[in-house]
Each structure stands twice: as C-alpha cells, then as structure tokens.
C-alpha cells in the first residue's frame, strides 16, 4: 500500500535558511569585518550588492529545496525524494528503523511544528533521515505507520482500536519528573566548564586579526608581572563566569525533564528553549548505565543512561541517552525496577583478587613517572612539581582497582569498571553481540583476564570491559554466555 507523495510544511525553508546561515556563519562574519572597511563609493554598493546576493541565494537555495522534496511510504519503506540540482532518492525500510523522535525548536514552536527525526541501527552519529518542519498530527501518523505497524499491511492509516479488558479504575503511568533543584546540582557537578571554556578559547582564536591581544597584553605587562593577586583573580572570575555558564546551559537543556512509561515506551521530553522528546521501546534498549564522576560520586549521586540500538536524539554522553539526570544510587534500584523492570542492580559484586592492584598501579604510575621525569630535570626547581602526578595516578589507578568487578543475575551481566567516571553497566544476555574472554602474556602469569562484552547501538556498538579479573572467574562468565548459545535462542 503505499501513501501519497507529501511536502514539509513551508516553514522548514526558513529553518533551511537559518541552518545555512549557521554553517556559513565564520566567512560571514570574515565578510563583514573586511567589507565594511574596504571603503566608500564604488565598492560599498559592490559590498551591499554582495550581501544581498548571498542572503538571497540563501533563500532561493531552501525554497527550491522545499519543493523538490518529497517523502512518502511505500512497501514498507519510507522514501524520500530530494535535490536542487541532481534528483536523489533515498528508502529506508520499516523494518531498520529502531526509533522515531521528535524536537520542537524555537521556528517549530512559532508554527506549531516539530521536526521529526528517525534513527536506524547502526546509523551513526547522525540521524538516518531528518523532516525538519512537519504538524504533529503528521508525526504522529509517521510514528504509528513506521514503528507500530511493521510487517501488517495497515500502513500510514489510523491506528487500529485495542481491545482492552474494562478498568474500574485509570491506571496511573510510571512518571519521573527532575526538579529545578535536581538541575542545579547537574549543572554544577556536571563538569560542563571544560566545555564552555574551550568554546571561549576557541571563540576568542579567530579574532586574534582583529583583536590586539599582544598590545594589550604589553600594557598590562608590569601589572601582570607584579601582580599575581591580579592574575589569580582574572583566572578564578574567568572560571566562575564559564562555571555559571555551564550551570544555565544545562538547566535550558534538561528544563521540565520528564520520563513517563506507557506501555512498552518510555517517553523521554526536555528543553526549554528547543523541546524534544524521545520514545524508546523497552525492547530495543540494549543496556543500562549507572555512571557516577568525581564530583557526584562522594555524595552518592549518579546518573543512569540508556543504551539503545538506534537513538541519537539525546546523545548527552558517550552518545548514550539519559534516563533519569541524578538519582541518589540508593534510589537507582527502585527506579529501575519501575521503568525498566527487566533490569536489577545487583549490590553484591565480585571483585578482583589482590594481585591485580598492581598491575592498575604500573598502568598509570610509570607513564606518568617517564612525563615527570624530563620536566624535573629541566625545569629546575618547580619541575619536581611534576612528580605530583605519579601520586594523582597511584591515587587513581588504586581507585579503578576498587571499583572494578562484575556479577550476574540469572539473564544478566553487570560490569563495572572506572576510567575517571564510575561506571556500572547492566546488560542482558540476549542482547550481547559478543563476549572476548582475553588474556596478555603478562596476564597468564598471573592467572588473569580481560573480560568484555559487546551490544548493538545507533553507532554500530559499543563494548564494555574489566580488566584483570580472576581466571576462574572469568571461564565462569564466559560458561555462563556460551552455554546458553549452545541451547539457541533462549529469550
């Protein structure tokens, strides 16, 4: 069956031009800093001339686009046509597409738009296919036709009504709403003002034609040589300034964060300036991960995320989706049990035998030791500062000793392992790839192995891994994955 041929609503030409004029962004502004001072006459009316060309080939670019594209579906696909210059088409078949989402940014908000954004497995960073301006009614219809009616022949049609058995009384949805309070701490504990000094830094290089940086800093070249006090507090203002930065971004980001499970979905919405909202099938999460970083971890918070095969609509860390912002890790087990019941955080872990304490120690301690040695030498006396950082990482390849370890629940592997973050990872078996029992020569001499399983996401995969966990103990997961592949398909 197939549906007729349909257009984006016309506002997706505006959000094209606006989406042009970002990533041409940089040689505009080049443009304009040198166009303008290029003179008068003659050369401003080419100047004006210029501008009003480009911002007119703009438009003229996202209106011929708008109306070349075509999308539709047809024998179980969703295909698109599209081009300004050569004609391209594009099928995506029902059976790849693994979730559907949809964001409202500020021009969708204006129409009373969203966009619509469908992900595959194994589609990469970027979405597979992308509606930029649709009612949402129309992505409504997208979603039942594309997720919830795969392998029947009702396509793109009303949903068809469900027998269900009378209910005295409305059962109450799963709900999980973060405070502004619960933002807060995110934003501050989320290490967020790396990124917003990077931004500032990098910002800040491209002007450095414009700007006289080295003038300035000759000026205030003997206040900064006998000021310290002065230096100390630009330094900590510039770090405060990003830090509150950070803390908005996020609280603009996550803002009226909201988990509600319906059904088999979980239905994730966010964001104050652009909406979005994110359905993810219980059946295609392919693993849970409880991550807790420096600044949580001594006050019991952590993060939990979701592993799905297919979603990119709310990348936030390591290209995993996030459940719930913050939790405190004694409340993790109940939440999961209430929205991802399948999953259980099991308390008692297996460890690692003593003598791989040395072997996290010798990881970190010796190549920080060859760092600080040629520093220590030639950087007399303040050098042997350097070697500060073979205890940093003695204090740190210890800490990754504790946390690591692993157990198993019936159906389910837990691993757990540190690189600066805490991260405890909750998988099923049948949602495994692949399981590598490995062993280093240096390894077999201690009776050791690296044990590390492999699940399906919208990058293709992802792995987890231990390192150095007891012999034995690594043939018991490695019997424990095997021997339920040698029954078949148990789930």
């Known amino acids: 069956m197939m549906s007729e041929k349909k257009r984006m609503h016309p506002a997706a030409i505006v959000v094209a031009f606006f989406k042009q004029l970002r990533e041409l962004l940089f040689p505009i502004i080049i443009f304009v800093f040198f166009g303008s001072s290029s003179g008068e006459g003659f050369f401003s009316i080419i100047y004006i001339a210029v501008m009003v060309l480009w911002f007119a080939g703009l438009i003229a670019i996202g ?52 966009k619509v954004q469908i992900e595959t497995a194994g589609g990469g960073t970027e979405a597979e296919a992308s509606l930029t301006a649709v009612t949402k009614d129309e992505a409504n219809k997208l979603r039942e036709a594309l997720l919830y009616y795969k392998n029947k022949d009702e396509v793109y049609g009303p949903k068809l009504p469900v027998q269900q058995e009378p209910s005295a009384e409305p059962v ?102 652009e909406k979005r909202q994110l359905t993810i099938s219980l059946k295609k999460i392919q693993a849970i991960r409880i991550s807790q970083n420096l600044l949580r971890q001594p006050f019991g918070y952590a993060t939990v995320y979701v592993e799905s095969a297919g979603s990119s609509g709310g990348k936030e860390s390591d290209f995993s989706t996030i459940l719930f912002p913050l939790l405190k890790v004694s409340e993790v087990e109940a939440h999961l049990k209430q929205f991802v019941p399948s999953y259980l955080l099991v308390q008692e872990v297996h460890g690692l035998p003593k003598r ?16 600080s040695t040629p520093i220590a030498y030639f950087f007399q006396p303040y050098g042997y500062l350097a070697f500060l950082s073979v205890v940093v990482a003695g204090l740190l ?95």
Not at 358 to 371: E, F, G, K, Q
Not at 424 to 437: A, D, G, Y
């Open 63 to 114: 209106v011929v686009s708008w109306y070349r594209f075509y999308y539709w579906i047809e024998d179980g696909e969703l295909r698109m046509e599209y081009g300004v210059f050569v004609k391209k088409r594009r099928f995506i078949p029902q059976e790849r597409i693994q979730t559907l989402d949809t964001s409202e940014g500020i021009i969708q908000r204006i129409f009373g738009l969203v």
């Open 172 to 273: 109450e949805k799963p709900t999980y709403k973060a405070s502004w309070k619960t933002l807060f701490i995110v934003g501050t504990t989320s290490g967020g003002i790396g990124v917003v000094l990077s931004a500032v830094i990098a910002f800040t290089s491209q002007f450095d034609q414009f700007v006289p940086y080295e003038d300035i800093i000759d000026r205030f070249g003997m206040v900064l040589q006998t000021s310290v006090y002065f230096i100390a507090s630009i330094v900590f203002v510039v770090l405060f300034v990003s830090w509150l930065i950070s803390i908005v971004m996020t609280m603009f980001k996550y803002g009226n964060f909201t988990v509600t499970k319906q059904d088999d979905e979980l239905q994730i919405s966010r964001g104050i300036i």
């Open 356 to 371: 791989s304490v040395i072997r996290y120690l010798i990881r970190l301690m010796v190549p920080a030791a060859l760092l």
């Open 397 to 491: 390849g210890y800490s990754q000793y504790k946390a690591a370890g692993w157990a198993m629940e019936s159906e389910q592997l837990q691993l757990s392992y540190r690189h600066l973050s805490k991260n405890t990872v909750l998988v099923r078996k049948k949602r495994i790839q692949s399981f590598e029992l490995r062993e280093s020569f240096f390894q077999g001499k201690r009776k050791l192995f690296t044990i590390k399983a492999a699940i399906k996401t919208g990058l293709g995969g992802k792995d987890f891994q231990v390192v150095d966990v007891e012999q034995h103990d690594g043939e018991q997961i490695y019997e424990w994955y095997s021997y339920e592949k040698k029954q078949g398909d148990v789930m």
